[in-house]
């Protein structure tokens, strides 16, 4: 399937202040910036309460920020868009709709008829490898299975940028290693551009082409840094094991640690 948006995602000077009940400012992300190339993986890592999710929401159209600038494929965004694919950590089907009808959900929604007739649908399907469940309900599919919906109806509308907010966060050890593995072959046979938040440093590392560690009070980015490491679904265990991989886990490691230590004074 070839995609007609293209395009990488730029955020610009973006910041964000929360008013509590209390009356009190909280400022949650105060001057993000940072781009994210075509094609690629981006994640956000960070510790609890530094903004991770807010920034993907704003991103998202879902909030708005006080301040800065936001454009996929070039051009401002101004709420939610088409241009845009979001996929949560809570299974998201659905559950009255089987799984062909939640992955063409949103085609039917625009009207794209000629989506629909082009197969746009079983491709996803099948690049979810969900093949054989088209008539299957969201109840009787396992929690990676659902996700994997969600993931191929996100996908089946085009987005120029997927966006995934701890997609594979209440998934059993397993199914996230599966679930990851699969999303870097999608990643690679559908040219994706995806930006995903995460608290995981493994996971942050294996399916990044970039990780954007964010620190905290206020959120902000601190680093931004790009594992070398060759990335397929197969070797996942050999990266695991690559000296420089360990390396920049402990370094990360060491970061968290160090913010952490930041919010309790």
Not at 194 to 202: G, N, P, Q, T, Y
Not at 213 to 240: H, N, Q, V, W
Request: net charge negative.
């Amino acid at each position: 399937m070839s995609k007609s948006q293209s395009g990488g995602l730029a955020v610009s000077g973006v910041s964000k202040t929360f008013m509590l009940r209390s009356g009190q400012a909280v400022k949650a992300l105060d001057d993000i910036n940072f781009e994210l190339q075509e094609n690629s993986v981006g994640v956000l890592l960070g510790p609890s309460g530094c903004g991770k999710s807010t920034l993907l929401r704003i991103i998202a159209g879902l909030e708005t920020q006080e301040q800065g600038d936001i454009s996929v494929a070039g051009k401002p965004i101004h709420g939610p868009g088409v241009d845009r694919g979001m996929v949560f950590q809570n299974y998201s089907s659905f559950p009255w709709l089987t799984v062909e009808d939640n992955v063409a959900f949103g085609l039917k929604a625009r009207g794209e008829s000629l989506s629909l007739a082009e197969g746009v649908v079983d491709h996803f399907i099948r690049a979810v490898n969900l093949d054989g469940f088209e008539k299957a309900y969201p109840h009787q599919l396992s929690g990676g299975m659902q996700q994997r919906v969600a993931i191929a109806r996100s996908l089946a509308s085009n987005p120029a940028v997927l966006l995934m907010d701890e997609p594979f966060g209440a998934l059993d050890p397993e199914t996230r290693w599966q679930m990851q593995s699969l999303l870097l072959d999608i990643v690679k046979k559908e040219c994706t551009t995806v930006l995903m938040v995460s608290h995981d440093i493994e996971e942050a590392l294996y399916l990044g082409d970039v990780v954007f560690f964010m620190g905290t009070r206020p959120g902000r980015i601190l680093e931004t840094i790009r594992p070398g490491f060759e990335k397929s679904s197969a070797d996942r265990d050999a990266i695991l094991d690559v000296p420089e991989y360990r390396e920049l886990e402990r370094d990360i490691r060491q970061m968290m640690r160090s913010q952490s230590i930041d919010c309790e004074h």
